[in-house]
Protein backbone atom coordinates (compact mmCIF):
# COMPACT_ATOMS: atom_id res chain seq x y z
CA UNK A 1 0.00 0.00 0.00
CA UNK A 2 1.54 3.61 -1.05
CA UNK A 3 0.77 6.81 0.87
CA UNK A 4 -2.23 7.43 -0.56
CA UNK A 5 -5.02 8.89 1.60
CA UNK A 6 -8.37 6.49 1.74
CA UNK A 7 -11.24 8.05 0.15
CA UNK A 8 -12.48 10.34 2.28
CA UNK A 9 -15.98 10.35 3.00
CA UNK A 10 -18.49 12.64 4.75
CA UNK A 11 -17.08 11.72 8.46
CA UNK A 12 -14.36 9.41 9.55
CA UNK A 13 -13.41 9.38 12.93
CA UNK A 14 -11.27 7.17 14.94
CA UNK A 15 -10.73 5.98 18.60
CA UNK A 16 -6.88 5.61 19.06
CA UNK A 17 -6.09 4.03 22.23
CA UNK A 18 -3.05 2.32 22.97
CA UNK A 19 -3.57 -1.23 24.31
CA UNK A 20 -2.07 -1.00 27.88
CA UNK A 21 -4.74 -2.02 30.03
CA UNK A 22 -8.20 -1.89 29.90
CA UNK A 23 -10.57 0.31 28.98
CA UNK A 24 -11.53 2.94 31.44
CA UNK A 25 -14.17 5.86 31.70
CA UNK A 26 -12.15 8.34 29.96
CA UNK A 27 -11.58 5.96 27.23
CA UNK A 28 -14.62 4.84 26.91
CA UNK A 29 -16.21 8.71 27.03
CA UNK A 30 -13.74 9.82 24.18
CA UNK A 31 -14.75 6.88 21.66
CA UNK A 32 -18.80 7.65 22.67
CA UNK A 33 -17.58 11.31 21.77
CA UNK A 34 -16.62 9.76 18.17
CA UNK A 35 -19.09 7.07 18.15
CA UNK A 36 -21.66 9.68 18.26
CA UNK A 37 -19.73 12.51 16.08
CA UNK A 38 -19.76 9.41 12.97
CA UNK A 39 -23.63 8.53 13.92
CA UNK A 40 -24.80 11.96 13.53
CA UNK A 41 -22.94 12.91 10.36
CA UNK A 42 -23.45 9.58 8.60
CA UNK A 43 -20.07 8.71 8.95
CA UNK A 44 -17.73 5.71 9.76
CA UNK A 45 -16.32 5.29 13.24
CA UNK A 46 -12.67 3.65 13.26
CA UNK A 47 -10.77 1.53 16.19
CA UNK A 48 -7.10 2.21 15.80
CA UNK A 49 -5.04 0.36 17.81
CA UNK A 50 -1.72 2.54 19.05
CA UNK A 51 0.81 -0.38 19.90
CA UNK A 52 3.86 1.25 18.79
CA UNK A 53 5.38 1.44 22.44
CA UNK A 54 5.74 -1.89 22.69
CA UNK A 55 7.05 -2.48 25.99
CA UNK A 56 3.88 -1.07 26.95
CA UNK A 57 1.35 -3.15 26.00
CA UNK A 58 -0.31 -5.81 27.70
CA UNK A 59 -1.71 -9.00 26.29
CA UNK A 60 -5.29 -8.84 25.88
CA UNK A 61 -5.42 -5.90 26.18
CA UNK A 62 -6.69 -4.90 22.67
CA UNK A 63 -9.25 -7.41 22.34
CA UNK A 64 -10.51 -6.32 25.86
CA UNK A 65 -10.91 -2.96 24.48
CA UNK A 66 -12.81 -4.11 21.15
CA UNK A 67 -14.84 -6.56 23.46
CA UNK A 68 -15.98 -3.19 25.47
CA UNK A 69 -16.62 -0.97 22.91
CA UNK A 70 -19.03 -4.02 21.84
CA UNK A 71 -20.50 -4.41 25.19
CA UNK A 72 -21.32 -0.56 25.12
CA UNK A 73 -23.13 -0.72 22.18
CA UNK A 74 -20.45 1.54 20.34
CA UNK A 75 -18.71 -1.12 17.97
CA UNK A 76 -16.45 0.19 15.31
CA UNK A 77 -17.17 0.28 11.88
CA UNK A 78 -13.46 -0.71 10.84
CA UNK A 79 -11.23 -2.29 13.48
CA UNK A 80 -9.10 -5.10 14.21
CA UNK A 81 -11.32 -7.44 14.76
CA UNK A 82 -13.84 -6.31 11.88
CA UNK A 83 -11.38 -5.40 9.65
CA UNK A 84 -12.34 -2.29 6.69
CA UNK A 85 -10.89 -0.81 3.77
CA UNK A 86 -8.09 1.56 5.58
CA UNK A 87 -6.32 -1.58 7.62
CA UNK A 88 -5.08 -3.02 8.94
CA UNK A 89 -5.64 -1.09 12.01
CA UNK A 90 -3.08 -1.95 14.62
CA UNK A 91 0.04 0.32 14.09
CA UNK A 92 2.55 -2.48 14.81
CA UNK A 93 1.32 -4.08 11.47
CA UNK A 94 1.79 -1.20 9.95
CA UNK A 95 5.56 -0.67 10.26
CA UNK A 96 6.34 -0.29 5.89
CA UNK A 97 3.90 2.60 5.90
CA UNK A 98 5.89 4.53 8.42
CA UNK A 99 9.20 3.69 7.17
CA UNK A 100 8.01 4.75 3.99
CA UNK A 101 6.63 8.24 5.25
CA UNK A 102 10.10 8.44 7.18
CA UNK A 103 11.25 7.93 3.88
CA UNK A 104 9.46 10.74 2.18
CA UNK A 105 10.67 13.29 4.70
CA UNK A 106 14.03 12.34 4.70
CA UNK A 107 14.19 13.03 1.38
CA UNK A 108 12.37 16.49 1.19
CA UNK A 109 15.14 17.31 4.32
CA UNK A 110 12.38 17.47 6.43
CA UNK A 111 13.95 14.86 8.84
CA UNK A 112 17.28 13.67 9.55
CA UNK A 113 19.22 10.69 11.52
CA UNK A 114 20.62 11.19 14.71
CA UNK A 115 23.20 9.05 16.25
CA UNK A 116 23.34 10.76 19.60
CA UNK A 117 23.64 7.89 22.31
CA UNK A 118 21.53 7.34 25.12
CA UNK A 119 24.98 8.75 27.06
CA UNK A 120 24.57 11.98 25.37
CA UNK A 121 21.30 12.84 26.09
CA UNK A 122 21.28 11.96 29.31
CA UNK A 123 24.43 14.49 30.05
CA UNK A 124 22.18 17.11 28.24
CA UNK A 125 19.43 16.19 30.64
CA UNK A 126 21.03 16.61 33.17
CA UNK A 127 22.72 19.86 32.66
CA UNK A 128 19.48 21.19 31.90
CA UNK A 129 17.70 20.39 34.88
CA UNK A 130 20.70 21.64 36.65
CA UNK A 131 20.01 24.50 35.30
CA UNK A 132 16.10 24.34 35.84
CA UNK A 133 15.50 24.25 32.41
CA UNK A 134 13.31 22.11 30.65
CA UNK A 135 15.26 18.97 28.77
CA UNK A 136 15.46 19.24 25.07
CA UNK A 137 17.49 17.99 22.34
CA UNK A 138 19.70 20.75 20.97
CA UNK A 139 19.34 19.37 17.42
CA UNK A 140 22.90 18.55 16.97
CA UNK A 141 22.79 15.81 14.66
CA UNK A 142 20.45 18.15 12.10
CA UNK A 143 23.66 19.46 11.30
CA UNK A 144 25.56 16.41 9.59
CA UNK A 145 25.99 16.32 6.15
CA UNK A 146 25.33 13.36 3.99
CA UNK A 147 28.87 12.18 3.77
CA UNK A 148 29.20 12.09 7.43
CA UNK A 149 25.38 10.29 7.43
CA UNK A 150 26.53 7.79 5.03
CA UNK A 151 29.46 7.14 7.11
CA UNK A 152 28.01 6.38 10.40
CA UNK A 153 26.18 4.30 9.03
CA UNK A 154 28.50 2.38 7.08
CA UNK A 155 29.96 1.91 10.72
CA UNK A 156 27.38 0.32 11.92
CA UNK A 157 26.48 3.23 14.34
CA UNK A 158 22.54 2.99 15.27
CA UNK A 159 20.44 5.96 14.42
CA UNK A 160 16.60 7.09 14.95
CA UNK A 161 15.30 9.81 12.79
CA UNK A 162 14.19 12.74 14.23
CA UNK A 163 11.74 15.25 12.48
CA UNK A 164 12.86 19.14 12.04
CA UNK A 165 10.83 21.44 13.86
CA UNK A 166 10.27 24.47 11.84
CA UNK A 167 9.43 27.78 12.92
CA UNK A 168 6.40 30.02 12.34
CA UNK A 169 3.81 26.99 13.52
CA UNK A 170 0.11 28.06 12.07
CA UNK A 171 -2.70 28.95 14.33
CA UNK A 172 -5.94 26.61 13.80
CA UNK A 173 -9.07 26.42 15.03
CA UNK A 174 -10.27 23.90 17.43
CA UNK A 175 -13.99 22.80 17.30
CA UNK A 176 -13.92 23.26 20.90
CA UNK A 177 -11.32 25.51 21.92
CA UNK A 178 -10.96 27.59 19.65
CA UNK A 179 -7.85 29.56 18.11
CA UNK A 180 -4.86 27.67 19.52
CA UNK A 181 -0.98 27.67 18.30
CA UNK A 182 1.88 26.26 20.04
CA UNK A 183 5.05 27.75 18.70
CA UNK A 184 6.68 23.49 19.14
CA UNK A 185 10.22 24.90 17.76
CA UNK A 186 11.17 27.01 20.37
CA UNK A 187 10.13 25.41 23.28
CA UNK A 188 11.12 21.68 22.06
CA UNK A 189 14.23 19.86 20.47
CA UNK A 190 13.59 18.01 17.24
CA UNK A 191 11.33 15.11 17.97
CA UNK A 192 12.19 11.31 16.92
CA UNK A 193 10.08 10.18 14.43
CA UNK A 194 11.43 6.78 13.79
CA UNK A 195 13.12 4.46 16.81
CA UNK A 196 16.07 2.84 15.90
CA UNK A 197 14.19 -0.69 15.97
CA UNK A 198 12.01 0.49 13.13
CA UNK A 199 9.22 1.27 15.38
CA UNK A 200 7.61 4.87 14.81
CA UNK A 201 6.59 6.78 17.65
CA UNK A 202 3.50 8.32 18.68
CA UNK A 203 3.39 11.71 16.60
CA UNK A 204 4.62 10.14 13.35
CA UNK A 205 2.35 6.97 13.62
CA UNK A 206 -0.99 8.93 14.72
CA UNK A 207 -0.12 11.71 11.35
CA UNK A 208 0.78 8.78 8.95
CA UNK A 209 -2.18 6.81 10.26
CA UNK A 210 -4.86 10.17 10.25
CA UNK A 211 -3.85 10.42 6.51
CA UNK A 212 -3.88 7.32 4.67
CA UNK A 213 -7.08 6.19 7.32
CA UNK A 214 -8.87 9.54 5.29
CA UNK A 215 -9.44 11.01 8.99
CA UNK A 216 -11.89 13.91 8.94
CA UNK A 217 -12.02 15.01 12.30
CA UNK A 218 -9.85 13.94 15.30
CA UNK A 219 -11.79 14.06 18.63
CA UNK A 220 -9.56 13.16 21.68
CA UNK A 221 -8.54 14.22 24.98
CA UNK A 222 -7.41 17.58 25.66
CA UNK A 223 -4.22 16.42 26.83
CA UNK A 224 -3.48 16.26 23.18
CA UNK A 225 -4.08 19.89 22.42
CA UNK A 226 -0.25 20.85 22.80
CA UNK A 227 0.80 18.41 20.58
CA UNK A 228 -1.05 19.20 17.45
CA UNK A 229 1.12 22.11 16.44
CA UNK A 230 3.58 19.33 15.89
CA UNK A 231 1.20 17.62 14.00
CA UNK A 232 0.14 20.23 11.96
CA UNK A 233 4.12 20.24 11.16
CA UNK A 234 4.49 17.38 10.02
CA UNK A 235 1.46 17.83 8.00
CA UNK A 236 2.91 20.74 5.92
CA UNK A 237 6.49 18.63 5.65
CA UNK A 238 4.00 15.49 4.23
CA UNK A 239 2.15 18.51 2.05
CA UNK A 240 -1.11 16.99 3.51
CA UNK A 241 -4.34 18.57 3.94
CA UNK A 242 -5.14 18.24 8.29
CA UNK A 243 -8.39 17.19 9.36
CA UNK A 244 -10.02 19.21 11.88
CA UNK A 245 -9.32 19.05 15.34
CA UNK A 246 -11.74 18.88 18.25
CA UNK A 247 -10.07 18.24 21.95
CA UNK A 248 -12.39 16.94 24.79
CA UNK A 249 -11.99 18.13 28.33
CA UNK A 250 -11.51 16.13 30.44
CA UNK A 251 -13.18 13.93 32.57
CA UNK A 252 -12.65 14.18 36.30
CA UNK A 253 -13.71 12.82 39.63
CA UNK A 254 -16.80 14.69 41.46
CA UNK A 255 -13.94 16.15 43.34
CA UNK A 256 -11.87 17.43 40.92
CA UNK A 257 -9.05 14.55 40.75
CA UNK A 258 -7.64 13.26 38.07
CA UNK A 259 -9.61 9.78 37.25
CA UNK A 260 -6.92 7.53 37.76
CA UNK A 261 -6.62 4.00 37.88
CA UNK A 262 -5.83 3.68 41.20
CA UNK A 263 -9.00 4.80 42.62
CA UNK A 264 -10.51 1.62 41.89
CA UNK A 265 -13.68 1.80 40.11
CA UNK A 266 -12.89 3.36 36.96
CA UNK A 267 -12.64 0.07 34.44
CA UNK A 268 -15.05 -0.46 31.95
CA UNK A 269 -15.11 -4.52 32.15
CA UNK A 270 -15.80 -3.63 36.34
CA UNK A 271 -19.36 -1.95 35.85
CA UNK A 272 -20.21 -4.56 33.28
CA UNK A 273 -19.74 -7.59 35.59
CA UNK A 274 -21.11 -5.68 38.69
CA UNK A 275 -24.44 -5.57 36.43
CA UNK A 276 -24.66 -1.71 34.98
CA UNK A 277 -26.60 -1.75 31.88
CA UNK A 278 -24.23 -0.26 29.21
CA UNK A 279 -26.65 2.47 28.99
CA UNK A 280 -27.33 3.93 32.29
CA UNK A 281 -23.08 4.19 31.73
CA UNK A 282 -23.23 5.95 28.39
CA UNK A 283 -26.09 7.82 30.53
CA UNK A 284 -23.40 8.57 33.34
CA UNK A 285 -20.76 9.73 31.62
CA UNK A 286 -22.31 12.35 29.54
CA UNK A 287 -24.57 13.31 31.88
CA UNK A 288 -21.69 15.34 33.21
CA UNK A 289 -19.83 16.88 30.04
CA UNK A 290 -21.69 18.73 27.35
CA UNK A 291 -22.51 18.30 23.99
CA UNK A 292 -25.95 17.01 24.05
CA UNK A 293 -28.96 19.02 24.57
CA UNK A 294 -30.51 19.77 27.93
CA UNK A 295 -29.05 17.44 30.76
CA UNK A 296 -31.31 15.11 32.26
CA UNK A 297 -31.35 11.25 33.16
CA UNK A 298 -32.33 8.53 31.40
CA UNK A 299 -30.99 9.29 27.82
CA UNK A 300 -30.66 6.59 25.33
CA UNK A 301 -27.72 6.32 23.03
CA UNK A 302 -30.20 6.91 20.03
CA UNK A 303 -31.18 10.35 22.08
CA UNK A 304 -27.48 11.24 22.76
CA UNK A 305 -26.75 10.57 18.71
CA UNK A 306 -29.36 12.84 17.86
CA UNK A 307 -29.22 15.73 20.08
CA UNK A 308 -25.66 15.50 19.94
CA UNK A 309 -23.35 19.13 18.10
CA UNK A 310 -19.67 19.64 18.84
CA UNK A 311 -19.87 23.40 18.92
CA UNK A 312 -21.94 22.50 22.33
CA UNK A 313 -19.21 20.76 24.01
CA UNK A 314 -18.05 23.57 26.34
CA UNK A 315 -14.28 24.12 27.81
CA UNK A 316 -14.76 23.09 31.18
CA UNK A 317 -13.79 19.34 32.87
CA UNK A 318 -16.75 17.03 33.20
CA UNK A 319 -16.91 16.29 36.97
CA UNK A 320 -18.22 11.97 37.28
CA UNK A 321 -20.69 11.74 39.82
CA UNK A 322 -20.79 7.95 40.35
CA UNK A 323 -23.23 8.28 42.94
CA UNK A 324 -25.84 9.05 40.39
CA UNK A 325 -24.96 5.39 38.66
CA UNK A 326 -27.29 3.45 40.28
CA UNK A 327 -30.25 5.60 40.25
CA UNK A 328 -29.49 5.80 36.43
CA UNK A 329 -29.46 1.87 35.75
CA UNK A 330 -32.71 1.79 37.84
CA UNK A 331 -34.01 4.16 35.19
CA UNK A 332 -32.45 2.29 32.20
CA UNK A 333 -33.71 -0.72 33.81
CA UNK A 334 -37.19 -0.45 33.84
CA UNK A 335 -37.24 1.10 30.35
CA UNK A 336 -35.73 -2.08 29.04
CA UNK A 337 -38.01 -3.95 30.93
CA UNK A 338 -41.07 -2.10 29.52
CA UNK A 339 -39.25 -2.82 26.14
CA UNK A 340 -40.49 -6.04 24.41
CA UNK A 341 -37.83 -6.64 22.56
CA UNK A 342 -35.69 -5.93 25.18
CA UNK A 343 -37.18 -8.28 27.60
CA UNK A 344 -35.98 -11.92 27.13
CA UNK A 345 -32.38 -11.06 27.71
CA UNK A 346 -33.31 -9.59 30.60
CA UNK A 347 -35.31 -12.47 31.74
CA UNK A 348 -32.85 -14.96 30.26
CA UNK A 349 -29.81 -12.83 32.60
CA UNK A 350 -32.09 -13.38 35.60
CA UNK A 351 -32.44 -17.11 35.07
CA UNK A 352 -29.14 -17.47 35.29
CA UNK A 353 -28.27 -15.57 38.09
CA UNK A 354 -30.70 -17.16 40.28
CA UNK A 355 -29.96 -20.47 39.24
CA UNK A 356 -26.21 -19.98 40.40
CA UNK A 357 -27.27 -18.32 43.37
CA UNK A 358 -29.94 -20.60 44.71
CA UNK A 359 -29.22 -23.92 42.52
CA UNK A 360 -30.71 -26.93 44.62
CA UNK A 361 -32.15 -25.16 46.93
CA UNK A 362 -35.23 -23.39 44.51
CA UNK A 363 -38.73 -24.22 45.02
CA UNK A 364 -39.34 -26.02 42.66
CA UNK A 365 -37.79 -25.30 39.01
CA UNK A 366 -41.10 -23.81 38.16
CA UNK A 367 -39.07 -20.41 39.51
CA UNK A 368 -36.92 -20.61 36.19
CA UNK A 369 -40.11 -19.93 33.95
CA UNK A 370 -39.92 -17.44 31.61
CA UNK A 371 -43.65 -16.30 32.66
CA UNK A 372 -42.65 -16.31 36.28
CA UNK A 373 -39.60 -14.44 35.65
CA UNK A 374 -41.38 -11.79 33.63
CA UNK A 375 -43.87 -11.45 35.99
CA UNK A 376 -41.18 -10.84 38.67
CA UNK A 377 -39.33 -8.61 36.02
CA UNK A 378 -42.75 -6.25 35.59
CA UNK A 379 -44.32 -5.83 39.13
CA UNK A 380 -40.58 -4.98 40.42
CA UNK A 381 -39.57 -2.72 37.74
CA UNK A 382 -38.12 0.60 38.71
CA UNK A 383 -37.91 -0.55 42.05
CA UNK A 384 -35.06 -2.46 41.74
CA UNK A 385 -31.39 -0.95 40.32
CA UNK A 386 -29.39 -3.82 38.36
CA UNK A 387 -31.04 -7.33 37.83
CA UNK A 388 -29.04 -9.09 39.88
CA UNK A 389 -30.67 -7.08 42.87
CA UNK A 390 -33.04 -10.05 42.39
CA UNK A 391 -30.71 -12.40 43.41
CA UNK A 392 -30.30 -10.63 46.73
CA UNK A 393 -30.92 -12.21 49.85
CA UNK A 394 -34.21 -9.46 50.31
CA UNK A 395 -35.48 -11.13 47.18
CA UNK A 396 -34.90 -14.68 48.15
CA UNK A 397 -38.76 -15.57 49.03
CA UNK A 398 -39.06 -15.52 45.41
CA UNK A 399 -37.35 -18.53 44.39
CA UNK A 400 -37.24 -20.23 47.88
CA UNK A 401 -39.49 -20.72 50.43
CA UNK A 402 -38.12 -19.00 53.74
CA UNK A 403 -38.36 -20.99 56.82
CA UNK A 404 -40.60 -19.29 59.15
CA UNK A 405 -41.17 -20.36 62.65
CA UNK A 406 -45.05 -19.61 63.78
CA UNK A 407 -43.88 -18.44 67.30
CA UNK A 408 -41.77 -15.75 64.84
CA UNK A 409 -45.28 -14.61 63.98
CA UNK A 410 -47.19 -14.61 67.40
CA UNK A 411 -44.32 -12.96 68.56
CA UNK A 412 -45.25 -9.97 66.00
CA UNK A 413 -49.19 -10.93 66.53
CA UNK A 414 -51.04 -12.99 69.02
CA UNK A 415 -53.73 -13.38 66.92
CA UNK A 416 -51.18 -14.87 63.66
CA UNK A 417 -53.61 -17.85 63.11
CA UNK A 418 -56.83 -16.14 62.89
CA UNK A 419 -55.68 -13.75 60.86
CA UNK A 420 -53.60 -16.36 58.57
CA UNK A 421 -56.89 -18.36 58.41
CA UNK A 422 -58.86 -15.15 57.31
CA UNK A 423 -56.23 -14.59 53.96
CA UNK A 424 -56.67 -18.68 53.21
CA UNK A 425 -60.75 -17.72 53.14
CA UNK A 426 -59.63 -14.86 50.87
CA UNK A 427 -57.92 -17.15 48.82
CA UNK A 428 -60.72 -19.81 48.85
CA UNK A 429 -62.98 -17.79 46.42
CA UNK A 430 -63.31 -19.10 43.70
CA UNK A 431 -61.90 -15.57 41.99
CA UNK A 432 -59.97 -16.15 38.26
CA UNK A 433 -56.29 -14.84 38.83
CA UNK A 434 -55.02 -12.32 41.77
CA UNK A 435 -55.15 -8.88 41.25
CA UNK A 436 -53.32 -6.29 42.96
CA UNK A 437 -55.88 -3.61 43.42
CA UNK A 438 -58.51 -6.42 44.46
CA UNK A 439 -56.11 -7.93 47.37
CA UNK A 440 -55.17 -4.88 48.20
CA UNK A 441 -58.80 -3.60 48.57
CA UNK A 442 -59.51 -7.29 50.36
CA UNK A 443 -56.42 -6.63 52.97
CA UNK A 444 -57.41 -3.47 53.66
CA UNK A 445 -60.65 -4.78 55.13
CA UNK A 446 -59.21 -7.54 57.58
CA UNK A 447 -58.56 -5.33 60.16
CA UNK A 448 -62.29 -4.82 61.26
CA UNK A 449 -62.34 -8.87 61.57
CA UNK A 450 -60.08 -8.89 63.80
CA UNK A 451 -59.95 -7.13 67.04
CA UNK A 452 -57.34 -5.46 68.35
CA UNK A 453 -55.43 -5.34 64.95
CA UNK A 454 -54.17 -2.61 63.18
CA UNK A 455 -53.76 -3.24 59.22
CA UNK A 456 -49.91 -2.27 59.66
CA UNK A 457 -48.85 -4.94 62.03
CA UNK A 458 -51.16 -7.24 60.13
CA UNK A 459 -49.30 -6.27 56.81
CA UNK A 460 -45.92 -7.18 58.53
CA UNK A 461 -47.46 -10.63 60.12
CA UNK A 462 -48.12 -11.63 56.52
CA UNK A 463 -45.19 -10.36 54.74
CA UNK A 464 -42.75 -11.97 57.31
CA UNK A 465 -45.21 -15.27 57.02
CA UNK A 466 -44.23 -14.88 53.44
CA UNK A 467 -40.69 -13.68 52.65
CA UNK A 468 -39.26 -14.29 56.07
CA UNK A 469 -38.21 -10.67 55.66
CA UNK A 470 -39.35 -7.49 57.43
CA UNK A 471 -39.05 -4.99 54.25
CA UNK A 472 -39.77 -5.59 50.76
CA UNK A 473 -42.49 -5.21 48.19
CA UNK A 474 -46.03 -4.81 49.38
CA UNK A 475 -48.20 -8.19 50.44
CA UNK A 476 -50.52 -7.72 47.74
CA UNK A 477 -47.58 -7.65 45.51
CA UNK A 478 -45.91 -10.54 46.59
CA UNK A 479 -49.33 -12.64 46.72
CA UNK A 480 -49.22 -12.07 43.16
CA UNK A 481 -45.83 -12.83 42.41
CA UNK A 482 -46.25 -16.33 44.49
CA UNK A 483 -49.63 -17.28 43.18
CA UNK A 484 -52.43 -18.38 45.05
CA UNK A 485 -50.91 -21.89 45.89
CA UNK A 486 -47.86 -20.79 47.40
CA UNK A 487 -49.35 -18.53 48.90
CA UNK A 488 -51.16 -21.06 51.02
CA UNK A 489 -48.72 -23.22 51.26
CA UNK A 490 -46.82 -20.90 53.14
CA UNK A 491 -49.65 -19.22 55.65
CA UNK A 492 -50.83 -23.20 56.29
CA UNK A 493 -47.24 -23.91 57.04
CA UNK A 494 -47.06 -20.32 59.71
CA UNK A 495 -49.75 -21.16 61.66
CA UNK A 496 -49.25 -23.03 65.04
CA UNK A 497 -52.58 -24.82 65.44
N1 LIG B 1 -2.76 6.73 21.51
C1 LIG B 1 -3.21 8.03 21.97
C2 LIG B 1 -3.92 7.80 23.30
O1 LIG B 1 -3.81 6.73 23.84
C3 LIG B 1 -4.10 8.63 20.93
C4 LIG B 1 -4.25 10.10 21.01
C5 LIG B 1 -5.00 10.58 19.79
O2 LIG B 1 -6.18 10.30 19.72
O3 LIG B 1 -4.39 11.17 18.93
O4 LIG B 1 -4.55 8.64 23.84
Not at 107 to 120: D, I, M, V
Not at 377 to 382: A, E, I, P, S
Amino acid sequence: MGLAAAPASLARVRFAPSPTGFLHLGGLRTALYNYVFAKKHGGRFILRLEDTDQSRVVPGAATGIEDMLEWAGIPPDESPRQGGPAGPYQQSQRLNLYREATEQLLKKGAAYHCFCTPQRLELLKKAALRSQQTPRYDNRCRHLSPKQVAEKVSQGADSVVRFRLEEGSEPFCDLVYGWSRHEVASVEGDPVILKSDGFPTYHLANVVDDHLMGISHVLRGAEWLVSTSKHLLLYRAFGWDPPRFGHLPLLLNADGSKLSKRQGHVFVEQFAQEGYLPAALLDAITHCGSGFGENRMGRTLGELVSEFDVGRIEKHSALLDLEKLSELNRIHLAKQIGDERRRPNLVAEVQANVERVYGEQLMDRGVLETAYVEQVLLLRRGHISRLQDLALPKYAFLWIRPMVACEELRAISPQADEIGRLVLGLLDRPAAALTIEELNRDLRRLPEQVTGTQYSGMMQLLRVALSGQQQGPSVAEMMVVLGREEVQTRIQRALCS
